[in-house]
């Protein structure tokens, strides 16, 4: 049975963005592929350092998580930087990544996302990252109430993943030549 990228992004919605970025319709469960994180399950802790929070590494060729990560303030540090280098809107219909990695980020505390599309605090980030356009990666924010925003972010993402050691997972892009 093969688990299709919708599903593992989170068990509330299949996300369709449109004008108004709204839910449509809702996906099937992950059946235990990984740890689905309800919309109001990650409620900010006050900073506790106690708390272990994991980001998940995605492989959609796969279709598996290949690598969980503790979320350091490293992490949180480059996850602000994501939001800061928000250059638009996608206006992407549907996202169905067919290659690359998408990386799931939880925020305990949330950060707060302001630029000119939205004012809100995010407790959850999806970083979709296709080899081919590896300088233009996709940023999905849930805000705390649950609602999804598709940017595309202009942060140069190489030098984190280098240092997560996540760059191995992005699998060179096949030659079109014959």
Known sequence: MLISLKMYLRPAALLLFAASFCF??????????????????????????????????YDVDEQKVVQTLLV?????????????????????SKIDAVQGVVLKLPLDPPLAVNNRWLQASTNELFLFLDPAKLNEPLLLVFTTPGKPYLFKTSVQIKPFLEQERLLRYLKPIPSSES
């Open 24 to 57: 449509l319709a809702p996906p099937a469960a992950l059946a235990g592929r990984m740890q689905a994180t309800p919309v109001h399950a990650v409620p900010p802790s006050a900073g506790s350092p106690t708390q272990e929070i994991r980001a998940q590494l």
């Open 72 to 92: 350091t303030e490293e992490m949180r540090s480059e996850a602000l930087k994501w939001i800061g280098g928000i250059k638009e809107v996608a206006v992407q």
